[in-house]
């Protein structure tokens, strides 16, 4: 695979070689492993989701996205809308780089609605001649006829003392007359943490000093934070890079989790939270980003990649997709449940159902099959040792969502599960469940998996590269019985 040069990557999409672009929309177009219906780059890389509102009566959702290659280049935001929630309308770029203040990219922001407009507050990423980077957080306002203009000066024009370089994507809130933000950051100890700003206007910010965690140190960057009250509790959610491995946790090259605790107080930073905990289970999950809808619920969706990580679709020309949107509950007072937004039931076409008692086998379900479809499967009554399904499955791939009951864990394994994947974040992930009853709610698309475990206790998100005739759904039982009943919906 070539590996680009450093001027090649930071190249605006005007300064593509002539039949470039084409040559690489036709080389994505051959891609079999294109998703049905996850928002995904038209060519190029798309990672973090970006500016995630509701405004003029449609949800916006833009996503960092290099046209040019699958290797992190010059971002732009890249601009979709939706109704629904569940189909995506691509309107393409949003916010383009290459001013004084974004001259090496628009990087990840976020947006609010303020007089009638949409607001998109970023992170401005500049270079100078000697390569060190800038960072400006900047401005730009949408309006009801979706055009958007950026502001021609920067909002933060540099980064308070004690911190370095890495300080970037805001994410801004109201919270009585004023607007807030928190912004990721490194600390000159190369320790990862956010901070806070506040503005009356969104136009003038003023430092208001760190967020007071209980989390120092943890990791070396915080990005991406996304600060929120929900039930009477303040959540931050945030990816922390630099953990390191502990037992089932943080087995991922970088994590994304949350802590939940009383509301950030506004007067002196301070948060008094719970345990940080990951958000998810899966292989490729990070930079989650929320949303109000209108009707007050919570809504978050997350880039399906992770930062470091090849792809095999990065020889096909493009990289990334979004996951579907979930809307968060607390449960408990200190646990995140993410559940699949309702209107996603919008998109199911024809259904299928069957109920079955397994004993010692493994039983492939006529007629089940399919490579982009919603599956429920509920397993009762079992005393078996380990039960679940094999998904994408033929005779020589599978990918397989079990539970152990010995050690109670549910498993997922993506060795089988078809072209191999970079071994940086290995094939098998694990967390402890202990119930009598599973509920496995399975959205499966060309090229990804997203599995929320009874009612969104637990969820596994993964891409998965299987061969396009790797169809099959099989449920098994081993060393006992199971009772299975299944309903599956083609998307």
Same mark, same amino acid.
């Given at each position: 695979?070539?590996?680009?040069?450093?001027?090649?990557?930071? =190249?605006?999409?005007?300064?593509?070689?002539?039949?470039?672009?084409?040559?690489?929309?036709?080389?994505?177009?051959?891609?079999?492993?294109?998703?049905?219906?996850?928002?995904?780059?038209?060519?190029?890389?798309?990672?973090?989701?970006?500016?995630?509102?509701?405004?003029?009566?449609?949800?916006?959702?833009?996503?960092?996205?290099?046209? &040019?290659?699958?290797?992190?280049?010059?971002?732009?935001?890249?601009?979709?809308?939706?109704?629904?929630?569940?189909?995506?309308?691509?309107?393409?770029?949003?916010?383009?780089?290459?001013?004084?203040?974004?001259?090496?990219?628009?990087?990840?922001?976020?947006?609010?609605?303020? #007089?009638?407009?949409? *607001?998109?507050? *970023?992170?401005?990423?500049?270079?100078?001649?000697?390569?060190?980077?800038?960072?400006?957080?900047?401005?730009?306002?949408? #309006?009801?006829?979706?055009?958007? !203009?950026?502001?021609?000066?920067? !909002?933060?024009?540099?980064?308070?003392?004690?911190?370095?370089?890495?300080?970037? #994507?805001?994410?801004?809130?109201?919270?009585?007359?004023?607007?807030?933000?928190?912004?990721?950051?490194?600390?000159?100890?190369?320790?990862?943490?956010? !901070?806070?700003?506040?503005?009356?206007?969104?136009?003038?910010?003023?430092?208001?000093?760190?967020?007071?965690?209980?989390?120092? @140190?943890?990791?070396?960057?915080?990005?991406? @934070?996304?600060?929120?009250?929900?039930?009477?509790?303040?959540? &931050?959610?945030?990816?922390?890079?630099?953990?390191?491995?502990?037992?089932?946790?943080?087995?991922?090259?970088?994590?994304?989790?949350?802590?939940?605790?009383?509301?950030?107080?506004?007067?002196?930073?301070?948060?008094?939270?719970?345990?940080?905990?990951?958000?998810?289970?899966?292989?490729?999950?990070?930079?989650?980003?929320?949303?109000?809808?209108?009707?007050?619920?919570?809504?978050?969706?997350?880039?399906?990649?992770?930062? #470091?990580?090849? *792809?095999?679709?990065?020889?096909?020309?493009?990289?990334?997709?979004?996951?579907?949107?979930?809307?968060?509950?607390?449960?408990?007072?200190?646990?995140?449940?993410?559940?699949?937004?309702?209107?996603?039931?919008?998109? =199911?076409?024809?259904?299928?159902?069957?109920?079955?008692?397994?004993?010692?086998?493994?039983?492939?379900?006529?007629?089940?099959?399919?490579?982009? *479809?919603?599956l429920i499967c509920e397993i009762s009554m079992f005393d078996a040792e380990e039960l679940g399904l094999e998904f994408r499955a033929s005779g020589h791939e599978k990918?397989?969502?079990?539970?152990?009951?010995?050690?109670?864990?549910?498993?997922?394994?993506?060795?089988?599960?078809?072209?191999?994947?970079?071994?940086?974040?290995?094939?098998?992930?694990?967390?402890?469940?202990?119930?009598?009853?599973?509920?496995?709610?399975?959205?499966?698309?060309?090229?990804? !998996?997203?599995?929320?475990?009874?009612?969104?206790?637990?969820?596994?998100?993964?891409?998965?590269?299987?061969?396009?005739?790797?169809?099959?759904?099989?449920?098994?039982?081993?060393?006992?019985?199971?009772?299975?009943?299944?309903?599956?919906?083609?998307?």
């Open positions: 695979m070539h590996m680009m040069t450093r001027e090649e990557k930071y =190249r605006l999409i005007e300064q593509a070689r002539p039949g470039e672009l084409a040559q690489l929309r036709d080389q994505v177009e051959r891609s079999p492993w294109r998703q049905s219906y996850h928002i995904q780059a038209p060519t190029g890389l798309l990672n973090d989701p970006n500016g995630f509102s509701y405004y003029q009566g449609e949800y916006h959702l833009f996503y960092q996205w290099f046209p &040019l290659g699958t290797e992190h280049g010059m971002k732009y935001w890249y601009h979709t809308k939706s109704s629904n929630l569940a189909v995506w309308e691509g309107l393409g770029i949003g916010i383009a780089p290459g001013g004084p203040y974004d001259s090496h990219g628009a990087y990840s922001g976020s947006a609010i609605e303020k #007089d009638g407009q949409l *607001y998109m507050m *970023y992170t401005g990423n500049t270079r100078d001649e000697a390569w060190t980077r800038h960072p400006y957080q900047c401005l730009a306002s949408m #309006d009801a006829d979706g055009r958007i !203009v950026k502001l021609n000066r920067p !909002v933060i024009s540099s980064v308070p003392p004690g911190y370095t370089d890495h300080f970037r #994507d805001p994410k801004v809130w109201k919270s009585g007359k004023d607007y807030y933000c928190v912004i990721g950051a490194q600390r000159t100890d190369l320790t990862g943490c956010a !901070v806070l700003y506040r503005s009356e206007d969104l136009l003038d910010w003023t430092f208001m000093g760190e967020m007071k965690s209980g989390l120092s @140190p943890f990791g070396y960057m915080w990005e991406c @934070p996304d600060y929120f009250e929900l039930d009477e509790s303040g959540v &931050l959610i945030f990816s922390p890079q630099g953990l390191q491995a502990d037992g089932d946790l943080y087995n991922n090259i970088y994590q994304t989790g949350y802590v939940i605790g009383q509301p950030l107080d506004l007067s002196t930073g301070e948060f008094r939270h719970g345990a940080f905990r990951e958000l998810d289970r899966g292989f490729d999950f990070y930079a989650a980003q929320t949303t109000q809808g209108p009707d007050g619920r919570r809504i978050l969706v997350a880039w399906m990649g992770l930062p #470091d990580v090849a *792809y095999p679709t990065d020889t096909h020309g493009w990289s990334g997709c979004l996951t579907i949107p979930r809307q968060l509950t607390i449960q408990g007072g200190n646990k995140l449940i993410q559940q699949p937004v309702p209107e996603l039931a919008k998109l =199911r076409k024809t259904q299928s159902g069957a109920t079955l008692t397994l004993k010692d086998e493994v039983k492939h379900l006529n007629g089940f099959d399919g490579t982009s *479809y919603e990918t397989v969502l079990k539970y152990d009951t010995g050690q109670k864990k549910i498993i997922l394994d993506r060795t089988f599960s078809g072209q191999a994947m970079d071994e940086i974040n290995g094939n098998i992930r694990r967390c402890g469940f202990n119930a009598d009853r599973l509920k496995f709610h399975l959205f499966v698309d060309t090229s990804s !998996v997203e599995i929320f475990i009874n009612d969104g206790e637990e969820v596994f998100t993964s891409r998965i590269f299987p061969d396009p005739a790797s169809k099959e759904i099989r449920l098994f039982c081993s060393g006992g019985t199971a009772e299975f009943r299944v309903c599956k919906w083609d998307i």
